[in-house]
């Protein structure tokens, strides 16, 4: 790392922020209706999933606040790996981030960009109920999207981090419209009154028979954890802030405990819709639900607009992730770790970029979104598709969040080691936690998608570890060559 100091540039007021504008994404449009389906329609239990989401996200981003305050030079996870565990651990971590984290969700999100701009057209995406299909349409654009994002992050960063903060602020537009207004709508016309009123009812009686009573909350836990995604990349600030012992714990707390409120607030205000069924008939993906909600409350010219600043926002993100992954391969090679870290870790002059890194981004990328099209979309989540193997039919985003939850663990126990300055609280009370709240997530994972799809995933993961063991034993021969 880097023996520089870091400008302290930044008070209180610009850290909530930037918490705010990093953890807030297109994920609370994605999932929102696909957590309302997997609760049933019990508006009451959606909203409990989104709390505690964000209550899991506010204690780990705390604890590795305090690990930051202790090495105020880190900056992101796999730094954050290293101080813990080392760098054979940091290694491992950043292999994962570059093989599979940052390329599957960008996958994930160009495709997702593609269902919203589908809809926004008026052209069907997807029509799982009859044919178990996504339409060539969707499918070909979101590949357009994806490639397009690359090409953009490579041949003119600075014209991509530009967008990211123009994109950042469209997409907290319709958030907060629809957390007022359509709050006050839905109490003021009834509609809220309805479908709070479903759970008395004896469709939701047959519906949730044989089951226990939080399974969905289980599910839904799973799931919504990629509405919070990114708010280990906030805790990376701590360099650049003033006083960032007292300050980035306050900064975390605020900004996340702002963004879980009005991402609560979000999902019950899609009880202005009014019926359930059209609700929990948005699943798989609750692309729908958004535009029915806001065309209901502004009329369908103002929805359709507000519409528009969701896959706009929605683009961002893919945007976001692009960034992270075209970096992902230089990341390793700066810690002279990874294959060829003289070569990857190589800045192009001519524009100060990393191209061959990112050319590798750009490559998994492309992977998971062939791997998604023809493995994951007609898996069992989307009602018997084409694809039934649940060997196989893993949902990558989710999955492999909650894999990097489970990544925190050995992290947060070497706190609990290695940090003998630490009080009591910040040495075990926050650590423990922290462990509790990943093995939570992990829980719901296995809860929400089956052993059959974790142990295949598991395998997968095994594969890739392996593979990148392989690299590392060369990265040491031509260490010594």
């Given at each position: 790392?880097?023996?520089?100091t870091?400008?302290?540039?930044?008070?209180?007021?610009?850290?909530?922020?930037?918490v705010?504008?990093?953890v807030?994404?297109?994920?609370v449009?994605?999932?929102?209706?696909k957590?309302?389906?997997?609760?049933?329609?019990?508006?009451?239990?959606?909203?409990?999933?989104?709390?505690?989401v964000?209550?899991?996200?506010?204690?780990?981003?705390?604890?590795?606040?305090?690990l930051?305050?202790?090495?105020?030079?880190?900056?992101?996870?796999?730094?954050?790996?290293?101080?813990?565990?080392?760098?054979?651990?940091?290694?491992?971590?950043?292999?994962?981030?570059?093989?599979?984290?940052?390329?599957?969700?960008?996958?994930?999100?160009?495709?997702?960009?593609?269902?919203?701009?589908?809809?926004?057209?008026?052209?069907?995406?997807?029509?799982f109920?009859?044919?178990?299909?996504?339409?060539?349409?969707?499918?070909?654009?979101?590949?357009?999207?994806?490639?397009?994002?690359?090409?953009?992050?490579?041949?003119?960063?600075?014209l991509?981090?530009?967008?990211?903060?123009?994109?950042?602020?469209?997409?907290?537009?319709?958030?907060?419209?629809?957390?007022?207004?359509?709050i006050?709508?839905?109490?003021s016309?009834?509609?809220t009154?309805?479908?709070?009123?479903?759970?008395?009812?004896?469709?939701?009686?047959?519906a949730?028979?044989?089951?226990?009573?939080?399974?969905?909350?289980?599910?839904?836990?799973?799931s919504?954890?990629f509405?919070?995604?990114g708010?280990?990349?906030?805790?990376?600030?701590?360099?650049?802030?003033?006083?960032?012992?007292?300050?980035?714990?306050?900064?975390?707390?605020l900004?996340?405990l702002?963004?879980?409120v009005?991402?609560?607030?979000?999902?019950?205000?899609?009880?202005?819709?009014?019926d359930?069924?059209?609700?929990?008939?948005?699943?798989?993906?609750?692309?729908?639900?958004?535009?029915?909600?806001?065309?209901?409350i502004?009329?369908?010219?103002i929805?359709t607009?507000v519409?528009?600043?969701?896959t706009?926002g929605?683009?961002?993100?893919?945007?976001?992730?692009?960034?992270?992954?075209?970096?992902?391969?230089y990341a390793?090679s700066?810690?002279k770790?990874?294959?060829?870290p003289?070569?990857?870790?190589?800045?192009?002059?001519?524009?100060?970029f990393?191209i061959?890194?990112?050319?590798?981004?750009?490559?998994?990328?492309?992977f998971?979104?062939?791997w998604?099209?023809v493995?994951?979309?007609?898996?069992?989540?989307f009602?018997?598709?084409?694809?039934?193997?649940?060997?196989?039919?893993?949902?990558?985003?989710?999955?492999?969040?909650?894999?990097?939850?489970?990544?925190?663990?050995?992290?947060f126990?070497?706190?609990?080691f290695?940090?003998?300055d630490f009080?009591?609280?910040?040495?075990?009370?926050?650590?423990?936690?922290?462990?509790?709240?990943?093995?939570?997530?992990?829980y719901?994972?296995?809860?929400?998608k089956?052993?059959k799809?974790?142990?295949?995933?598991?395998?997968?993961?095994?594969?890739?570890?392996?593979?990148?063991?392989?690299?590392?034993?060369?990265v040491?021969?031509?260490?010594?060559?």
């Amino acid at each position: 790392m880097d023996n520089g100091t870091m400008e302290k540039r930044y008070g209180l007021p610009t850290a909530i922020s930037m918490v705010i504008g990093i953890v807030i994404g297109s994920g609370v449009f994605i999932k929102g209706g696909k957590v309302l389906a997997l609760t049933n329609g019990n508006m009451l239990q959606g909203v409990l999933v989104v709390a505690l989401v964000g209550i899991i996200c506010i204690i780990c981003s705390l604890v590795f606040a305090e690990l930051g305050s202790k090495f105020e030079k880190v900056n992101g996870v796999v730094d954050y790996a290293e101080v813990a565990l080392g760098k054979n651990y940091a290694y491992y971590v950043g292999w994962f981030m570059t093989t599979i984290y940052y390329p599957c969700l960008a996958a994930m999100l160009a495709f997702f960009s593609a269902v919203f701009f589908c809809e926004l057209c008026g052209i069907p995406a997807m029509d799982f109920f009859v044919t178990g299909t996504v339409s060539s349409e969707a499918l070909g654009l979101g590949a357009g999207f994806l490639m397009i994002g690359y090409g953009i992050n490579i041949l003119s960063p600075r014209l991509a981090g530009k967008l990211q903060v123009s994109m950042t602020v469209i997409k907290l537009v319709p958030l907060v419209l629809m957390a007022v207004v359509g709050i006050i709508v839905g109490l003021s016309t009834g509609a809220t009154a309805r479908v709070l009123d479903y759970v008395n009812t004896a469709e939701y009686a047959a519906a949730t028979a044989g089951k226990s009573a939080f399974s969905g909350v289980f599910s839904g836990v799973a799931s919504f954890a990629f509405a919070y995604e990114g708010w280990i990349i906030a805790t990376s600030i701590n360099a650049e802030l003033r006083d960032a012992k007292r300050n980035l714990p306050i900064a975390l707390i605020l900004g996340s405990l702002f963004c879980t409120v009005l991402y609560c607030l979000y999902i019950f205000a899609m009880s202005s819709v009014g019926d359930v069924q059209t609700i929990i008939g948005t699943w798989p993906l609750g692309e729908a639900l958004p535009r029915i909600a806001f065309s209901k409350i502004f009329g369908n010219v103002i929805g359709t607009i507000v519409y528009a600043f969701i896959t706009i926002g929605c683009l961002g993100v893919m945007n976001g992730l692009i960034m992270g992954s075209c970096r992902g391969m230089y990341a390793l090679s700066a810690r002279k770790l990874g294959p060829r870290p003289s070569f990857y870790g190589d800045i192009d002059h001519q524009n100060n970029f990393v191209i061959k890194s990112a050319v590798i981004g750009m490559m998994m990328g492309g992977f998971w979104y062939a791997w998604t099209s023809v493995l994951w979309m007609y898996g069992p989540d989307f009602m018997g598709g084409l694809h039934n193997c649940d060997w196989l039919a893993w949902e990558p985003d989710e999955i492999s969040i909650i894999n990097l939850y489970a990544m925190y663990i050995p992290m947060f126990a070497a706190i609990m080691f290695r940090c003998k300055d630490f009080g009591f609280f910040k040495r075990f009370v926050l650590p423990v936690l922290g462990i509790l709240c990943c093995l939570f997530m992990c829980y719901c994972c296995w809860v929400g998608k089956g052993y059959k799809q974790i142990f295949g995933y598991l395998i997968f993961l095994a594969v890739v570890l392996l593979v990148g063991a392989l690299f590392k034993n060369s990265v040491t021969r031509e260490n010594k060559e």
